[in-house]
């Protein structure tokens, strides 16, 4: 066996090229104890050559979702919880309130004679509603009656509150841009003194005013749309005659944005929505974006396959696609697809992409 000595040490240590390693990480332990890190040990990670979503595919069936939140109705008020929600938690995002990677989904119940009591906060939120009739949402003033498939808008900072004047509980979908204002560390939130706010226009103003064609002479720029509630009852038409008139995409159907009457833009600078009708046996071409997606079957019955997991939906089931999945819809009956992403804050941004 051979005995290092101080005649004979080349002999016995390893040379450069076989101990690097060991140098490598001696150095990486040197400079983590002043606060560093090599970017070359996680490069590809940090800059993937495509987009690589933490979030998966996942579908919630209003069946099971309705008993469960009409459970919550008898074991909490709206009012003490300001606001009884069921957070849709993305099943590989689990802890972390967020359906996509940058935004929050939840189903809200109201009762009946129940006020979930007015607040604002720097989140946007919409509103598309799924069951029941008459509840109300009050923004800005105005006090919108709500049916199932409206698409009810909650700008920032806009204070808003919520009451229930029927004879039956109502469900909605919550959208929110809660994890990309919480990524940003801009959350700001306060409560009023009074439930519930003064309302100073009829239901339908706001739609009247700026969603007919017409904008109130000297309408302010603003970047997110100033109609509160886009009423199914006027989208749904529109949609079908879209269809029937044979403008349908390849992946989407016959599809329509909602769109910010005073620019054309989004209805809101963080979040964009669309309203798709499937005609029967439609067959989807397979289609990806960088916007991670939600989607509620407002009418009809289909499937979505998402890279492989096939997603069966109906009525009120509500389904997310995560950023970069490819994904191609199937509708066994003639159907209406309400979509919503985080598209318009990845376009300011310059980062949307999509591809066919
Ligand atoms: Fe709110």
């Known amino acids: 066996m051979a005995v290092a000595t101080a ?55 209003f069946g099971d979702v309705k008993s469960l939140v009409m459970e919550s109705g008898g074991l909490i008020t709206a009012e ?3 606001r009884r929600v069921l957070i849709l938690e993305n099943p ?10 940058s935004l929050f989904a939840g189903i809200q119940m109201i009762m009946p004679g129940e006020v979930a009591p007015a607040h604002r906060h720097a989140s946007s939120a919409i509103r598309f509603v799924l069951d029941g009739e008459g509840a109300y949402t009050a923004v800005e003033g105005e006090k919108a009656f709500m049916s199932p498939g409206d698409f009810v808008i909650t700008a920032n900072w806009a204070p808003h509150d919520h009451g229930n004047t029927s004879d039956k509980p109502m469900i909605w979908l919550d959208v929110l841009d809660v994890p990309a204002v919480n990524f940003f560390e801009t959350s700001f939130a ?32 603003i970047n997110r749309t100033p109609i509160i509630n886009y009423t199914y009852a006027r989208t749904r038409p529109i949609v079908e005659r879209l ?30 929505a669309n309203l798709a009708m499937l005609p029967k046996g439609f067959r989807g071409e397979p289609y990806r974006s960088t916007d991670g997606t939600i989607f509620v079957c407002a009418e009809g019955e289909g499937s979505t396959d998402v890279d492989g997991d096939v997603l069966e939906w109906g009525p009120n089931d509500v389904f997310v696609v995560p950023s ?14 309400f979509s919503i ?11 949307w992409r999509e591809r066919r």
């Open 92 to 101: 590989a995002l689990r802890g972390e309130s967020r359906v996509t990677n």
């Open 341 to 351: 992403s985080d598209r318009p804050a990845q376009e300011a941004l310059g980062l």
């Open 7 to 61: 005649e004979t040490p080349a002999k016995s240590q390893p040379d450069r090229k076989h101990n690097i390693e060991a140098m490598r990480q001696d150095y990486y332990a040197r400079i983590a104890e002043r606060g560093m890190k090599p970017l070359w040990t996680v490069m590809s990670s940090l800059i993937p050559d495509e987009p690589v979503s933490r979030a998966a595919p996942a579908l919630w069936h």
């Open 190 to 221: 306060e409560d009023f003194d009074t439930p519930t706010q003064a309302t100073t226009r009829e239901d339908g103003d706001s739609l009247s005013f700026y969603g007919s064609g017409v904008l109130p002479d000297g309408a302010p720029a």
């Open 324 to 337: 970069w999945k490819r994904y191609a819809h199937k509708a066994s009956k003639q159907s209406v697809l």
């Open 243 to 272: 269809m029937h008139a044979g403008d349908i995409d390849k992946s989407h159907g016959a599809r329509v944005r909602y769109a910010n009457p005073i620019n054309g833009g989004p209805v809101l600078p963080t979040m964009g």
């Open 80 to 82: 003490e919880a300001k």
